[in-house]
């Protein structure tokens, strides 16, 4: 059974720091690419940042490049976002995804075949 079990969300002051954490089991990590979205209220979900199994390559959205960085830790099967500089902008529900192929298309979600349930992040002002 495919788990992804999202942490670290929580509340905290603009300028401030949260690191995301995703737990994955059911599936050989190490071999899938992961992702990582985002919803806001009112909002379709958008790509935030990728990393590719294979070689370690990382995308980012333009909104957190600079400020965001995602790694992995195939020993614990787990993927991590380090958020810094923290916006308002950035509040959104936060999900963890995982992808067996990926071309081009790491910005869209229709490219991961699991998903995790979400973590809330809220940035106050």
């Known amino acids: 059974q495919v788990q992804l079990v999202e942490s670290g969300g929580g509340l905290v002051q603009a300028g401030g720091s949260l690191r995301l954490s995703c737990a994955a089991s059911g599936f050989t990590f190490r071999t899938y690419n992961m992702g990582w979205f985002r919803q806001a209220p009112g909002k379709e979900r958008e790509f935030v940042s990728t990393i590719r199994w294979s070689v370690g390559s990382t995308y980012y959205a333009d909104s957190v490049k600079g400020r965001f960085t995602i790694d992995r830790d195939n020993a614990q099967n787990t993927v991590y976002l380090q958020m810094n500089s923290l916006k308002p902008e950035d509040t959104a529900v936060y999900y963890c995804?995982?992808?067996?192929?990926?071309?081009?298309?790491?910005?869209?979600?229709?490219?991961?075949?699991?998903w995790g349930q979400g973590t809330q992040v809220t940035v106050s002002s």
């Open positions: 995804a995982a992808a067996r192929y990926l071309g081009g298309s790491y910005a869209y979600d229709r490219s991961y075949d699991y």
